[in-house]
């Protein structure tokens, strides 16, 4: 648990298994006369100690959704809880507390690790800054032993080589062992493995999940690939313009998935690799209010549509244990 005061203010607490919760979150950016609503009245939690997967087209707001659960942006309204307290509003101490609870390991292992420092000074940054007080030593025992978990072993073999001399896979098995090595209890991997080649993707999805199985996280996964999030994922959301329209197991959304939109993610999923931009839906006819769009995201373009689509915001609702779907009309 986070040490410190609870705010005083808040009367709601998350049940015990959600580790965050998301209460009517919006983030907007605007820029001249476009408003864009990379969030759009997100409720939502997420379950301690599982793997949420969060599925979505290019620009559904997927990491905006991970930078906003670690604190890294601020959302423009709603309120973000971890483990009951709300991270939007975090004194000092608090703040510290906090980061060292959550890691992000970045999509893009080339540019997340420092080229000027060596695999020893990248992974054991979390322990320094931390668990103040360890040895040089200790710190390098951690840290060979984290590299060893990662599948780079010996791993005191790695210590004092620079990120040039690792491959891609290398790199990210770097980055992995560097979000873990100080036991946060929230990770976010944005698309861990979109920069890396093929053939090493599902060794690293396998590590990740053997990993987190073994040191009991819970994960965030972020991806377009829908067959990675299905394998790697507890549960799975799927995100359309800055909402979250299908909630529930990865096998039954990807098998008979309920929401239009996720049914067309699955249909035109693309090659391994290949970004998913299933159609141009920034440029539907929408019926827009207060700048974000006032009824159902994806009516522009659903072969099943209904007057209420256009006008009134479908929320997410249970239709089955565990399913659920924001339509008005979900697929039998
Ligand atoms: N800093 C920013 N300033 C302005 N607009 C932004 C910013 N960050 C994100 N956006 C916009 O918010 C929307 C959601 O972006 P986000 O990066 O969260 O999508 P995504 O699902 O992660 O996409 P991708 O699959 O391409 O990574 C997009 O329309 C994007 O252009
Ligand atoms: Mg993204």
Redo the contacts with the bound molecule.
Sequence with gaps: MLTGRRLKEEKWLPPSNEIISFRNVD?V?K?GHTT?Y?LDSINFSIKTGKTLSVV??????????GLASLGLIEPTRGKIYFQGIDITSLDRIQKRNFRSKTHMIFQDPYSSLNPYNNIFTTVSAPIESFQKGMSKEERRNKAAEMLDKVGLSPGADFLDIYPKSLSGGQRQRVAIARSLINKPEFVVA??PTSMLDVSITSTVINLMKSLKDELNFTMLY?S?EIATSRYIGDDMAV?NL?RIVEYGSPEEITKSPKHPYTDLLIRSYPKPGQ?LVPGET?HGDYNVYNGGIKGCTFAYACPFKIPECENTKPELREISQGHWVACFHPIN
């Design positions: 983030k950016y820029s864009n990379a979505g087209e290019s620009g559904s707001g997927k990491t905006t959704f944005d698309e972020i377009h995100m800055g970004k920034r």
